[in-house]
RNA sequence: GGGGUCGUAGUUCAGUUUGGUUAGAACGCCAGCCUGUCACGUUGGAGGUCGCGGGUUCGAGCCCCGUCGGCCCCGCCA
């Protein structure tokens, strides 16, 4: 077993002369016959290694008897490649390897599928079942270079701020609010169960009470719920939570890592301070509260212009409390009845009734609700919505909230879909001032926007009986190019307030004590005021690469949260039950 | 839980609209030739449970029903 000397994507012309020992995987093999060439591949490059039979025939026809990644050790002398012959596309393309012997580590069988391939694209089942080879690809091992490279900036920013990396248990108490839990039964104790965390939110609002004042934690949490191609059922936080603070000292150490990671990842320099917005800015503006700001098209209010009219579907919806909006989209008025149709599904799919277009063409207005609308009212809507002749008017009319939610995810596709946005520009910014509660659909109880355990404004506090939908909380988010990046809040530090709170949740003093005791007992010897926030780490590594979820973690799920690879979850030994005194119910339904 | 989409050679896909002889291509694989390639070139060859199950039909890759799986969206994700 020989040391190497050098990767794979180290050498250069002025070492030429070098006697080496390269490791590595067999990228490709070009066998002229009387000429071999093989590129040698590790994570570093490739390394064009050359055989000449006329030299020695015996090496030439083991090197010939090589296949795509086989794992094999060259020594040989570096050569300069003869003039003409230099490859300016790989940065070892000036040089060679002239063999002198190889040795064969390990076989490779066939692989399922090509590693440096650059055009036939593996399916995604075919790459997560091989994970090792996908991962294998240049392309792979750069997101994940990147990766650790953010871990790094995250650690030594907060490190540099007084900040303190500690652990907390991934064993912890299981709590019915939010998401669903990922269970670990006990054998020491029958019929009782762990869960893995959804957050450390509660071990570290204790680690504040224990007075280590900055604390930070790069750590995976565990929601079972269902997926979504920014969403896996384990998933990693950069958790930070700080004591005393104020809300301009939490934000300036988060920008100012955002600032270090962008320039890190994309050599930019983001201009700070990030915009703020309010919740109530941005849902009214955009219809979403992670608006995608790379492109313009606002929502605009309608309702009032059209409350007069009397074309029946708007008529109809108004008088139902309803609202009337419409987004306008920039030069599109020639789109076809069969492509506004196709913006229609779209919308539909958004949850809205249907949509009201109206195309400011060169032959005039046309549109059924424009034929409704007197001359004077349609000049102030293309006014307001800075509409000018060419453009494209798309209106939604129905229940306030839906119009709103509708239109923003009509205005995300729209933007998609029209190649609106720009890959390397950049929206970031802050939502503030989002609603303490919101009204659980079904029951139309009050549940936690954020969580239980989210701060409020003071000046709120006499809405908590009156109004308490009504009531702004200290929770906040980044938002990175529609992308929501980072979340986090003020806490109640105040037990009196907490109970309060939870009474509100419909938790009763005994019922908060169960759930959460340990921590409103904590919270009684002598807490801090407390804030923080948590990155979502991998939807960070989403931004920066532009890929998915499942691109930028190592060993993920599919969205039905199985592993392919390794075929997990899947069934367990008898013993094993039984140990945990667990027995299996199937389904109803199954047969 | 609901909606959409895809599943054909080792891989990526065409073929499904309008059912009809022996299911094609590219890449990969195997064998041969080839002295400056770098997606080497070139000649030949092997390779198919058309995801699975059922149905309709004289006949199904193609139509129908069910089911499994990948992906996207809604619900869900304090």
């Known amino acids: 077993m020989r040391r190497r000397t050098h990767t794979c994507g180290e050498l250069r012309a002025h070492d030429a002369g070098k006697q080496v020992f390269l490791s590595g995987w067999v990228a490709r093999i070009r066998d002229h016959g009387g000429l071999l060439f093989l590129d040698l591949r590790d994570r570093y490059g490739k390394t064009q290694v050359v055989i000449r039979p006329e030299e020695d ?22 050569a300069l490649r003869p003039p003409g012959a230099v490859n300016r596309q790989i940065s070892t393309g000036e040089v060679e390897v002239h063999a002198r012997d190889i040795e064969v580590l390990n076989q490779c069988l ?6 440096e391939e650059e055009e036939i694209h593996p399916s995604e089942e075919m790459r997560l079942r091989y994970r090792y080879l996908d991962l294998r690809r240049s392309e792979m091992q750069e997101i994940f270079a990147l990766r650790h490279r953010v871990y790094g900036i995250a650690r030594e920013h907060l490190t540099t701020h007084g900040f303190l990396e500690i652990e907390t248990p991934f064993l912890v108490k299981s709590t019915p609010e939010g998401a669903r839990d990922y269970l670990v039964p006990s054998r020491v104790h029958p019929g009782k169960f762990y869960a893995l965390p959804q957050s450390p939110q509660i071990y570290k609002q204790i680690l504040m ?13 565990f929601r079972d719920e269902d997926l979504r191609s920014d969403r896996q059922p384990e998933f990693t936080q950069v958790d930070v939570e700080l004591s005393f603070p104020d809300i301009d000292t939490i934000f300036g150490i988060a920008e100012s890592l955002f600032c270090k990671i962008f320039k890190a990842a994309w050599d930019v320099d983001l201009p700070s301070p990030f915009p703020r917005f309010t919740y109530s800015e941005v849902m009214a503006k955009y219809g979403t509260d992670k608006p995608d700001l790379r492109f313009g098209m606002p929502l605009v209010d309608v309702t009032e212009d059209l409350r007069d009219t009397d074309f029946r579907i708007v008529k109809e919806a108004l008088e139902k409390d309803g609202a009337a909006r419409g987004i ?19 919308a539909k799919n958004a949850g809205l009734g249907g949509i009201l277009p109206v195309k400011l063409t060169t032959e005039g207005v046309q549109g059924a609700l424009a034929q409704h609308l007197s001359e004077a009212t349609l000049r102030t809507i293309t006014e307001r919505m800075g509409a000018q002749q060419g453009d494209l ?18 205005r995300l596709h729209l ?19 989002f609603p303490l509660f919101e009204k659980d659909p079904v029951t139309g109880d009050l549940a936690s926007a954020h969580h239980p355990f989210t701060g409020f404004f003071d000046e709120d506090i006499a809405l908590l009986d009156t109004n308490p939908l009504a009531v702004r909380s200290h929770a906040y988010d980044m938002v990175v190019n529609g992308s929501e990046v980072l979340s986090g809040s003020i806490r109640i530090s105040n037990p009196e307030v907490q109970r309060r709170i939870f ?19 904590a919270l009684r010897y002598g807490a801090p005021l407390m804030g923080g926030f948590a990155v979502g780490f991998d939807r960070v590594i989403m931004v920066l690469t532009g890929k998915s979820i499942r691109d930028v973690i190592a060993f993920p799920k599919t969205l039905l949260a199985a592993s392919l690879m390794d075929g997990c979850p899947s069934e367990v030994d008898e013993k094993l039950l039984k140990d945990l005194y667990i027995q299996f119910v199937p389904p109803p339904d199954a047969k």
Not at 328 to 346: L, M, N, S, Y
Not at 507 to 517: C, K, L, M, P, S
């Open 57 to 78: 025939s015996v090496l030439y026809e083991k090197a010939s008897g090589l296949h795509g990644e086989w794992v094999i050790s060259v020594e040989g002398e570096v």
């Open 110 to 115: 066939p692989p399922p599928f090509p590693v």
């Open 209 to 221: 009470v224990a007075g280590f004042d900055r604390y930070f934690q790069i750590v995976r949490c």
């Open 328 to 346: 306008c989209v920039k030069g599109e008025a020639g789109r076809t009845r069969k492509q506004i149709a196709d913006f229609e599904e779209a």
């Open 393 to 410: 008017l798309l209106f939604a009319v129905g229940a306030r909230e839906e119009t709103q939610k509708g239109l923003g995810a009509l």
């Open 415 to 433: 933007g998609e879909t029209l190649g609106l946005i720009q890959p390397q520009s950049i929206s970031i910014f802050w939502v503030t001032e």
């Open 503 to 521: 009474s509100l949740l419909g938790i009763n003093d005994e019922e908060a004590t169960r759930r959460f005791g340990f921590l409103l007992e």
